[in-house]
């Protein structure tokens, strides 16, 4: 069975870091291209970031662009979200997700003073 | 960005009749492999998205026949036959043909 499980949420003043993990088990990890989604409260999804499979190529939406680091470990079979410099509106559920069919649980960030 | 743009905001669906969301994009979804990478999601209530379709009417594993897709290079179309209580939630288009990857709004399903 397929799990994608995240950690690291919580409750963040704005302007500190936090790092999110998204530990990743019934599937070849290291095959797959892997993202981070997000949805802040009452709202849609928005993309925030992608890396590929081996960990060479990430990209990212402008608003994160030089605050957020996307990386991954394949040979622990995790995926990693670097968050600093966090704002306000980064305030929301953050999924680990293959884009596909695969997607965590979620884990909330809250920024706030 | 391409652009995704669903419609309706909200169906209201009676049990047991069919149901249509509209997602158009800004951009041709369809690539030079001859793939065309628009998505489909539902996301129950509390719970985290789901795939429905996939590359533009390729059900997903586990999703019933119940569920189609289809369209052309920017006009999507998801459709429901035999609405279900199980299918109330909210839908979403996506496209994964380029980066960002954007999401159309979503579209709200509740029953009469």
């Known amino acids: 069975e397929v799990q994608l499980v995240e950690s690291g949420g919580g409750l963040v003043q704005p302007g500190r870091s936090l790092k999110l993990s998204c530990a990743a088990s019934g599937f070849t990890f290291s095959n797959y291209y892997m993202a981070w989604v997000r949805q802040a409260p009452t709202k849609g999804l928005e993309w925030v970031a992608s890396i590929t499979n081996s960990g060479g190529s990430t990209y990212y939406r402008d608003s994160v662009k030089g605050r957020f680091t996307i990386s991954r470990d394949n040979a622990k079979s995790t995926l990693y979200l670097q968050m600093d410099s966090l704002r306000s509106e980064d305030t929301a559920t953050y999924y680990c997700?293959?884009?596909?069919?695969?997607w965590g649980q979620g884990v909330m960030v809250t920024v706030s003073s | 960005d391409i652009v995704m743009t669903q419609a309706p905001l909200s169906v209201s669906v009676t049990p047991g009749e069919s149901a249509s969301i509209s997602c158009r994009s800004s951009k041709s979804l369809l690539h030079s492999n001859g793939i065309t990478y628009v998505y489909w999601y539902l996301q129950k209530p509390g719970k985290s998205p789901q795939l429905l379709i996939y590359?533009?009417?390729n059900l997903a594993s586990g999703v019933p026949d119940r569920f189609s897709g289809s369209g052309s290079e920017t006009d999507f179309t998801l459709k429901i036959s035999r609405v279900e209580a199980e299918d109330v939630g909210i839908y979403y288009c996506?496209?994964?043909?380029?980066?960002?990857?954007?999401f159309g709004g979503g579209t709200k399903l509740e029953l009469k």
């Open positions: 996506g496209q994964l043909l380029e980066n960002p990857r954007t």
């Open positions: 590359r533009m009417s």
């Open positions: 997700t293959s884009l596909g069919a695969w």
